[in-house]
Nanobody, 122 residues
């Protein structure tokens, strides 16, 4: 079994910062992509950023220059540093980890966290 747990959400004023953290644990023999998604009320879940095991990153245009994703492969963690937050960043943020759950397997499976609320409001 694999568990993915997010932390770090909360209420922040516009222009403020938050750091989200995510840890994957359990029977893990490797993690490929790790990423953050978000879902605002009435909207579909969207990709925010992801990072490969080698550190290559991708961001949605709306967060470029404001958010930074990073990971620790030894600890199976991924963080999202969010600066210059805007009200439109308000959403539930979900962590995703693509994990290999068998030693001799080649497939990676998506595992998701339960989400953490980020609210940007004055």
């Amino acid at each position: 079994q694999v568990q993915v747990v997010e932390s770090g959400g909360g209420l922040v004023q516009p222009g403020g910062s938050l750091r989200l953290s995510c840890a994957a644990s359990g029977t893990i023999f490797g993690i490929n992509l790790m990423g953050w998604y978000r879902q605002a009320p009435g909207k579909v879940r969207e990709l925010v950023a992801f990072i490969s095991s080698r550190g290559a990153t991708t961001y949605v245009d709306s967060v470029k220059g404001r958010f930074t994703i990073s990971r620790d492969n030894d600890k199976n963690t991924v963080d999202l540093q969010m600066n210059s937050l805007k009200p439109e960043d308000t959403a539930v943020y979900y962590c995703r980890a693509d994990v290999k759950t068998t030693y001799d397997g080649t497939s990676y499976y998506q595992r998701w966290g339960q989400g953490t609320q980020v609210t940007v409001s004055s």
